[in-house]
C-alpha cells in the first residue's frame, strides 16, 4: 500500500507533458460543446410554454362550442366538438415554428449582407460578426431576435478559440436551413482551401439575398389571395348566424336528425376545403 501511494504521489508531482496538457484541453472542449449545444435553441421545433398551451387549448374550446352551437344548437353537440381543441396546441406551435423559422431567415439575409461589407472593408471575420451584431441592433433595438442571439455566441465561440467553421456548423445544423447550411458548408470549404473569402461570401450572399427576395415577392402576391379565402371560409357562418338570429323557423329543419347530418357533412366540407387551401398557398422556393 505504501508503495503504491508513493506512486500516485510521484505522478502528481511529475509535471504534465504538452500533450497530455493539449489532450485534456480538447477532451475538456469536446465536453462543454457536447453540453452546451443541448442548450441552445433548435429551430426544428417548438416548444409551447404552459401558458401558450392553456391559452390554445382555451381559444380552441371555445371557437369549436360557438361553431358547434351555431349549426346544432345543442348544447350536447356542441360540447362533443369541443373535444376537437385538443389539436389546436399542434397547430399553434406549428404557426409559431414557422414564423420564427420565417423571422430568422430573413435576419440570416441582413446579417449576410452586414459580414459582405465588413470582409470587404478588409475587417477580420470576428470583427465582422461583431459588426454585424450592431447593425441588427439598429433593426431590434432590444436584441431579442434569434439572429442576435447566434451571431452573439459565434463570436463568444470565436473569442474562446473556437474555429469558426464548427460554430457556423451547428448553426446550421441547429437551424436546419438550406440557406445557413449553404453558406456555412462555402464558408468552411474557402477557410480550408484558401480561397477568396471576400468574394465568396459576397456571391454566397447576393445568391441567398435573391432567393429571400422571390420568396418575400410571392408572399406579398399571394396575399390577397390568402385573404380572400379566409373571407371564403368565414362566409358561411356568418351566412349561418344571419339566417339563425333573422328566420329561426327557416332553420328549424336542420335541428333534426337528418338535418343534423347534413350540418356535420357541410363542417367537413369546410374543413376540408380549409386544409386545401392552407396547402395551396404554402409555395416553397
Given at each position: 500500500?505504501?508503495?503504491e501511494w508513493k506512486q500516485q504521489a510521484e505522478l502528481k508531482r511529475r509535471p504534465k507533458r504538452r500533450s497530455d496538457i493539449g489532450e485534456a484541453q480538447h477532451k475538456g472542449a469536446a465536453r462543454s460543446q457536447s453540453q452546451g449545444s443541448g442548450r441552445f435553441p433548435d429551430y426544428r421545433?417548438?416548444?409551447l410554454s404552459p401558458s401558450q398551451r392553456v391559452g390554445s387549448l382555451l381559444a380552441g374550446a371555445v371557437l369549436l362550442f360557438g361553431i358547434g352551437y351555431l349549426f346544432y344548437s345543442h348544447v350536447v353537440m356542441a360540447t362533443v366538438l369541443v373535444a376537437g381543441c385538443v389539436f389546436f396546441p399542434k397547430f399553434w406551435r406549428r404557426h409559431l415554428l414557422e414564423r420564427r423559422r420565417r423571422t430568422l431567415n430573413l435576419h440570416f439575409k441582413?446579417?449576410?449582407y452586414s459580414i459582405s461589407s465588413s470582409l470587404s472593408a478588409g475587417k477580420s471575420v470576428e470583427n465582422a460578426f461583431r459588426d454585424a451584431v450592431q447593425d441588427?441592433?439598429?433593426?431590434d433595438p432590444g436584441g431579442r431576435s434569434d439572429m442576435?442571439?447566434?451571431l452573439r455566441l459565434i463570436v463568444s465561440r470565436l473569442e474562446y478559440g473556437e474555429p469558426i467553421e464548427v460554430a457556423l456548423r451547428d448553426f446550421a445544423t441547429r437551424a436546419a436551413m438550406d440557406d445557413i447550411t449553404n453558406f456555412a458548408d462555402v464558408f468552411t470549404t474557402c477557410k480550408r482551401t484558401g480561397g477568396d473569402l471576400v468574394e465568396v461570401v459576397r456571391r454566397t450572399s447576393s445568391v441567398i439575398g435573391e432567393k429571400l427576395d422571390i420568396q418575400q415577392e410571392i408572399s406579398v402576391m399571394v396575399s390577397q389571395k390568402r385573404f380572400e379565402s379566409k373571407a371564403l371560409l368565414v362566409a358561411p357562418f356568418l351566412l349561418v348566424l344571419f339566417m339563425n338570429?333573422?328566420?329561426p323557423d327557416y332553420m328549424e329543419p336542420m335541428r333534426s336528425g337528418a338535418g343534423m347530418m347534413?350540418?356535420?357533412l357541410a363542417l367537413a366540407g369546410l374543413?376540408?376545403?380549409f386544409w386545401w387551401i392552407t396547402k395551396m398557398m404554402d409555395i416553397q422556393v
Open positions: 500500500m505504501k508503495a421545433t417548438y416548444h441582413q446579417a449576410l441588427l441592433l439598429l433593426l442576435i442571439f447566434e338570429l333573422t328566420a347534413i350540418s356535420t374543413g376540408g376545403c
